[in-house]
């Protein structure tokens, strides 16, 4: 950025002007600070550097300076890293920075999401001991009639292999899998077939995996529930029955029974 600006704000020497007097040479010392200055000016960088720059912030994330730095040819790492510091600080210094900024969050919106959809399928997966063979599918009304579960499964489980979006590699796994050696249907799909077949799996799974998280609540609650209610359950048990009033007349009579016997008794002797 700093070079574009310098490049245009460069003075020219007209015709017949005498050179101005450049005065002493540098030291060694002021040589090395102004190499310092200049390659803290990014004066190697070019707008091909840049627009490169751009485009993998939308493919990694700003964040992701390993993976920016991998498509930029001839940058360091530290290098890609010190400009990207540069450009967070002064990128609305840019005429056209809304456009340039609305796009990468666009891209870092897709990451996220991707990472979102990875998450739950592991999730799922992780509730089987071997998911390649066990794994099942809630398919409610939206199974369909062209793939079978096997192939959904298998789907499903290479995905978590390969990573969400790789669907040449997937193609290439439904091609090869001696499970589906003899399915012309699956093995004929085009990588966009394969792509919206995954999409609506995954819809599945995060229904599924939102209905699990609410019963597992569920069951946590009413566990808590429980412990907290059997001390007085207890105390309960061991409390004495309340008595009814005709208990309480029947007792009063046996009481005056006895009294009379006794004292009966005591008469007689």
Avoid at 3 to 28: C, F
Avoid at 198 to 209: A, H, Q, W
């Amino acid at each position: 950025m700093q070079t574009h600006q310098r490049n245009q704000a460069k003075d020219t020497i007209a015709d017949g002007d005498e050179p101005e007097d450049v005065g002493e040479p540098l030291t060694a010392e002021e040589q090395e600070e102004k190499e310092q200055l200049l390659e803290e000016g990014f004066s190697t960088w070019t707008r091909r550097d840049f627009n490169t720059f751009i485009r993998a912030c939308e493919k990694f994330g700003r964040n992701d300076i390993k993976g920016i730095a991998s498509d930029m040819e001839g940058k360091s790492e530290e290098e890609v890293e010190r400009y990207a510091k540069v450009f967070k600080e002064r990128y609305k210094e840019l005429n056209d920075w809304d456009r340039i900024i609305k796009n990468i969050e666009r891209g870092e919106a897709r990451i996220s999401r991707k990472d979102e959809i990875m998450r739950a399928i592991a999730k799922k997966l992780d509730r089987y001991k071997n998911p390649w063979l066990e794994l099942k599918i809630q398919y409610g009304q939206n199974k369909g009639k062209l793939y079978n579960e096997e192939c959904d499964r298998f789907m499903l489980c290479m995905v978590h292999k390969l990573g969400y979006g790789n669907w040449d590699e997937l193609k290439a796994a439904f091609r090869t899998s001696p499970l589906f050696r003899f399915d012309w249907f699956v093995k004929s799909r085009t990588t966009q077939e394969l792509a919206r077949r995954c999409d609506t799996l995954i819809r599945l799974v995060e229904k599924e995996n939102q209905e699990y998280d609410e019963r597992e609540r569920q069951a946590r609650k009413d566990k808590k529930l429980a412990k907290n209610l059997t001390p007085s359950k207890r105390s309960m048990a061991k409390a004495p029955a309340l008595e009814t009033p005709a208990l309480n007349s029947f007792k009063r009579r046996k009481q005056s029974s006895m009294d009379d016997y006794v004292g009966s008794g005591r008469r007689r002797r």
